[in-house]
């Protein structure tokens, strides 16, 4: 199988935000994005009836809707393109008393009462995944960043591998399921990898081997379109990107934009190694998983893995370093205010610290933390 690989603009910036609706009072999940997706596009003569809005999407739940950016040159034209769509949301929310939130995870709203989106292909999954298929009552964000050739893809696929605990430790914000404490900072981790093709991708030396993989998974039946690879981290032939979808749900704009800066920041590296004939090091997969474990487990008092000789460093004493090293590449493209955020999330503290604490200060009401996530998707982060 020959898999073409689309020409793109080395390091443009695409994100996808998927966002929960909630009711506005008592923060339960609400099953109204055909609502919201029909008034939408309802403000939009242009569209047909059955047209889907440029950047607000249906995803698999009807508690859930999905924010698309178009190609961004930096991070923060990617926070206009995000604002305006939940912008266009709000219209048609706020007069129903429907609130957006993001985490990971919604802490106490039961995944196996969420309705599914009609659509053949969403039928599909929950009927082959069955229970596992019920729980996918998460949220995330993708970032997708250009590279230029196709060569690239699979040794930059291979450095954000690197830097999976990284991401997972920052964006972490699942601790709560189903009414209680996992004790884990992302059970959204865990929980996507079930998935068929879901989880930690493989990483082939050669393009033609990767091919050679996707040509399997369909002559086996496992997948229909390659879309359905739901690597953690994946190449997207058809857009000429590399996908990083690490990320549990973000509850910020600001939080939004410093992952894309981070994402963008580090391809952009990789790239240039590559340009100037580097290499990228790779570390054995059990290394991979053992981190991804801990990232989901222990957020940001995780002590990762960092190369293939088994280093080890607390994650955000890593991140930190890493900052400031791409504080050039941020400048390059025009992200620097962007990148720093991310030491925010640091201080601040990831979702799932966050969570716990507004849990304790309310006496272990999830319900205060849905509506404090409410809160600071409309406000900004809180200190």
């Excluded at 923060?76 to 990971?104: H, Q, W, Y």
């Excluded at 910020?252 to 952009?268: K, P, R, W, Y």
């Excluded at 716990?356 to 509506?371: C, D, H, M, P, T």
Aim: hydrophobic content about 40%; overall charge negative.
């Amino acid at each position: 199988m020959k898999i073409d690989f689309a020409p793109s603009r080395q390091s443009t910036l695409g994100v996808e935000w998927e966002l929960a609706l909630v009711d506005g009072s008592t923060g339960e999940l609400a099953s109204v994005a055909n609502e919201v997706l029909r008034g939408v596009a309802a403000r939009h003569p242009e569209l047909n009836e059955d047209d889907e809005h440029p950047h607000i999407k249906q995803e698999l739940l009807l508690n859930t809707v999905e924010l698309v950016t178009g190609i961004c040159e930096t991070a923060a034209e990617a926070k206009e393109d995000l604002s305006r769509s939940v912008a266009a949301v709000r219209e048609i929310t706020d007069p129903m008393g429907v609130e957006l939130f993001c985490a990971g995870s919604h802490p106490f709203s039961p995944p196996q009462l969420q309705p599914v989106t009609d659509k053949a292909r969403y039928a599909k999954l929950i009927d082959r995944t069955q229970w596992w298929g019920r729980q996918m009552v998460i949220y995330g964000v993708h970032v997708h960043v250009g590279l230029d050739r196709r060569d690239k893809a699979l040794p930059v696929l291979d450095g954000l591998v690197n830097y999976f605990p990284h991401f997972q430790a920052l964006s972490a914000s699942s601790p709560f399921w189903g009414g209680e404490d996992t004790g884990y900072a992302s059970q959204r981790a865990l929980m996507f990898q079930q998935l068929p093709t879901a989880g930690l991708p493989f990483q082939f030396p050669s393009w033609e081997e990767y091919e050679h993989y996707v040509q399997d998974m369909f002559t086996t039946g496992v997948i229909d379109t390659i879309s359905e690879i739901r690597w953690d981290i994946r190449p997207v032939p058809a857009l000429g990107t590399i996908e990083m979808r690490i990320c549990d749900g973000l509850a910020t704009l600001e939080e939004v934009g410093a992952i894309a800066a981070l994402t963008q920041c580090l391809v952009d590296e990789f790239s240039t190694i590559l340009d100037n004939g580097g290499t990228i090091p790779t570390m054995p997969p059990w290394h991979v998983q053992e981190n991804k474990w801990r990232a989901a487990r222990y957020g940001m008092d995780a002590i990762i893995i960092l190369d293939a000789a088994g280093k080890e460093q607390l994650v955000t004493d890593h991140l930190l370093e890493t900052l400031n090293r791409l504080e050039p590449v941020a400048a390059k493209l025009g992200c620097p205010d962007e990148l720093a955020d991310v030491e925010k999330i640091i201080r601040r503290g990831a979702g799932y610290q966050r969570q716990r604490r507004v849990a304790e200060q309310n006496g272990g009401n999830l319900q205060a933390v849905v509506l404090d996530l409410v809160k600071q998707m409309r406000n900004g982060p809180t200190a």
